[in-house]
């Protein structure tokens, strides 16, 4: 009975490879694609159960167990739908005028129509941290996580320096021409806002001047917490003077550390296995982040402007590392790239942004901003094989993992 959904699925999986290798260009703030590999992974099993051949029970069942009923598989699907549904929505302001976006939008009101899908009903929302008793490891995230889940948490980073660039949590690089307060992170246990002002008077180029983080209250593990930074004032404490809170059986769920008072420090929050690193350099601040999956993806979806997890509005985004015109009352540094070149060797996008903010402010320090960057994602990323984004590839990864997962599932459901 169940084999009857099997040409829905193909034609499902089929237009998700259409959209993919039809709009290639999608905006890298535009996160289609994973909407696209989050619906796949959502109803694998579910195409298993309903294509499931001989060596079973009666009805092609799986040997040892009983087939999946059509009516049960098709509620999956129609699950699987509305959170494909409101990832879209998720990704609404980012996505806007994007092709493929829109096709996928279609393509899910047609298919909620035609297999008659409730509007309201279970979702596969992003998974909470564990809201279980407290134990001794229930502020300490890796060891809860690693008890649950029987591995590691996997981690993404996020950096902001400079004029200021951008690398996303799925390693996308840019470049933005923003002023004025906006949202890096968003979600459940976390907010962190960066202000942007002029670099000078009169110039188009910009620098992070004041950043502010916010860590909410988290059951028993901390009360919500405030920190702030900015110009020749990064604090080696939260705002209320506290350098900890959350003491549990001997550890602390937060703490502030500083090697330099008022010029860097460094946040540990262990209820959400999450590093903060907060430096200012030559004249703009920095910021660098390190948070597992879980923790970033824990958002709904009014949280949609976050730029460390969708990088910057396409309106306020430089296409290639090219400065503003400078001032011309404000000397270019000849040399630049030499300059560059002798303090980053590998000629990556941390090279690149060195040379755009030299260019762009005429300021020798500047160039301490993307030292400053990479020396903290080389310490936060586990795959140092990723640390050297090359230009033209910083947003090639994400796409080409999601184009192969469509293809296999593609070749395994087609029978390829």
């Known amino acids: 009975m169940a084999l009857c959904l099997l040409p829905w699925t193909r034609r499902i999986y089929l237009t998700l490879l259409l959209v993919q290798l039809s709009y290639n260009t999608v905006g890298a703030s535009c996160r289609i694609l994973r909407c696209n590999s989050d619906f796949v992974a959502a109803t694998l099993d579910l195409g298993s159960s309903s294509s499931s051949g001989g060596g079973g029970g009666e009805g092609g069942a799986p040997a040892g167990g009983a087939a999946l009923s059509r009516e049960a598989v098709n509620a999956g699907y129609c699950s699987a739908l509305r959170s494909y549904a409101m990832c879209t929505k998720r990704m ?4 806007r005028g994007d092709l493929a976006y829109h096709s996928a939008v279609q393509g899910i009101e047609d298919l909620l129509i035609q297999h008659r899908c409730p509007r309201a009903g279970p979702t596969a929302q992003p998974r909470p941290l564990p809201q279980g008793t407290l134990s001794g490891d229930t502020c300490l995230y890796e060891r809860s996580f690693f008890g649950r889940e029987g591995h590691e948490p996997e981690y993404r980073h996020c950096g ?13 690089f840019q470049t933005c021409a923003v002023q004025g307060a906006w949202p890096l992170i968003d979600n459940e246990y976390l907010y962190v806002q960066a202000t942007s002002s002029p670099a000078r008077r ?3 180029a910009t620098v992070l001047t ?39 059986r001997g550890h602390r769920s937060l703490a502030v550390h500083s090697h330099s008072p008022g010029r860097h420090a ?47 509005p ?16 404000v000397p270019v540094p000849a040399g630049a790239e030499a300059h560059c070149g002798a303090l980053l060797p590998a000629r990556d996008v941390y090279y690149q942004a060195c040379v755009f903010d030299l260019l762009a402010s005429g300021d020798l320090n500047s160039s301490e901003a993307a030292v400053g960057a990479l020396q903290d994602a080389r310490s936060m990323l586990t795959d140092r094989e990723g640390l050297h984004l090359l230009p033209a590839a910083a947003a090639g990864p994400p796409r080409l993992a999601a184009l192969l997962l469509a293809l296999s599932v593609l070749g395994a459901l087609t029978g390829a």
């Open 314 to 329: 396409p309106s306020q985004r430089l296409n290639r590392l090219r400065p503003p015109s400078p001032d011309q009352s």
């Open 266 to 312: 460094e946040i540990r929050a262990a209820h959400i296995g999450t590093r903060l690193v907060i430096r200012q350099s030559g004249r703009s601040l920095g910021l660098s982040v390190r948070a597992p999956r879980g923790v970033i993806e824990a958002f709904g979806p009014e949280q949609d402007l976050q730029l460390c997890v969708w990088g910057c």
């Open 210 to 248: 004041k950043i502010t983080i916010i860590f909410k209250n988290w059951r028993q593990c901390i009360d919500q917490q405030l920190y702030q930074a900015e110009l020749d004032n990064v604090p080696a404490a939260f705002a209320d003077g506290s350098v900890w809170s959350g003491e549990r």
């Open 202 to 204: 009169g110039s188009l």
């Open 92 to 95: 609404a302001r980012a996505c």
């Open 160 to 172: 902001v320096f400079g004029d200021p660039h951008i690398r996303t949590f799925d390693d996308d």
